[in-house]
């Protein structure tokens, strides 16, 4: 049986070395050869310890090499170059590791760097607030003076006071319709925010660092990249377009489709829309939206979106950049909607209106009937200052998955349209306002689906529901892959 010289300790190696000395009287010169590499060695080990360093010396296999050969060998030319090359060893091994360690020290320094702009962003978003409410689904709420809230960030806006409500349309429904306790946790649990104040979703560090980056984080992102043709986002839509449009209303069916990864979302919503399509493109957007990445869960809550660039620069989700002015105190922004409408039992919708100011020219939201959430003022758009040449309704999906595959990501209840009422998702009572401010039904209202294999929508009207649609299907499917 061999023994393996490497694995023994320094003294057993010594003992071994001595009973082999007594056997060749011609050891001693190799003796002093070994007794200078074992010095040598231990002057590198001292340096390196004090350089806090802990690294195997290479060196020392020569060391072991020599022992392996002991039976004293007289060639002290060969024993002087194994000397030589070991020396050189470690001088190649002290470079290579210094790279290393360098190399390992700049990641901590660029994780570093994104930790302080994530923490500098959310002291520029998360205001200080009078009250705060935890919700049992996770949300933190803060009540923030309404002065005191992102959009007086805003150079146009900065030392501005929040405008008061406007005029409605005409025609307009105050009857009195859902309020806001009933379909928002926190409110049942925490109560309102006190008046003057606004409640707002409090961002996290954990929801920055799901996004790309910080600059692309409350931003829908106008392509997903595919190896495919296509910018990943499907939608089937009911839309009027050809006259100008100055709002719109509807009332949306909530659901809590499932979503395939953090990366997609799904999301039912209104666009209010003016300009082409191509970088002019100005929106104004409002609905529910499931979202992991955003909201780091599955749950559908409400949303508002805008921007002026076909989603470039401009614009953001909810509260999360200067834009949108709430007024409320009753309605957070992106927090969760409860609750949501099940497959062949009770059915949930959210009513929203939103409009042009004729006085002032803003954009206004409501919610329910006669509950004020918010304005964009005008001043934010280009095209939109005047008013909008289309109007969309319906579901939108992201489909991240590589061409020749389809994402299983549903759109509204997950069921195609064909199945109706308690199956699948609807919009009615599909409105807009005209130039004199008058709601009106929308009677040329046409839909289309640009992948329906996998999601679809069908039209109709009827005195109950005035123009409606059911839409939405499952993603991927035997049609669909």
Known sequence: ??????????????????????????????????????????????????????????????????????????????????????????VLSSETEHLSLRNQTLRPLEELNKLKAIKQHLRKINKPSVKTIYSSDGDIIDCVLLHHQPAFDHPRLRGHKPLDPPERPRGHNKRRGLRPKSFQLWRMEGGACPEGTVPIRRTKEEDILRANSVSSFGKKLKHFKRDTSSNGHEHAVGYVSGEKYYGAKASINVWAPQVQNQYEFSLSQIWIISGSFGNDLNTIEAGWQVSPELYGDNYPRFFTYWTNDAYQATGCYNLLCSGFVQTNSQVAIGAAISPSSSFKGGQFDITLLIWKDPKHGNWWLEFGSGILVGYWPSFLFTHLKEHASMVQYGGEVVNSSPFGTHTSTQMGSGHFAEEGFTKSSYFRNIQVVDWDNNLVSSPNLQV?????????????????????????????????S
């Not at 069908?458 to 991927?476: C, E, L, R, V």
């Open 1 to 90: 049986m061999c023994i393996d010289y490497r694995k023994l300790n320094a003294t057993t190696r010594k003992d071994i070395s001595d009973h082999k000395c007594r056997r060749f009287d011609r050891c001693k010169t190799m003796r002093q050869t070994e007794a200078k590499l074992f010095s040598e060695e231990t002057r590198m080990r001292t340096r390196e310890r004090r350089r806090g360093r802990r690294r195997r010396i290479r060196g020392s296999f020569f060391s072991d090499v020599i022992l392996l050969f002991r039976p004293c060998f007289s060639n002290i030319l060969f024993l002087y170059l194994l000397l030589l090359s070991s020396s050189s060893s470690s």
């Open 448 to 480: 289309l689906a640009n992948h329906p294999n996998c999601y679809d929508i069908q039209g109709g009207s009827n005195k109950a529901w005035g123009s409606y649609f059911y839409y939405g299907g499952p993603g991927k499917n035997p049609k669909c």
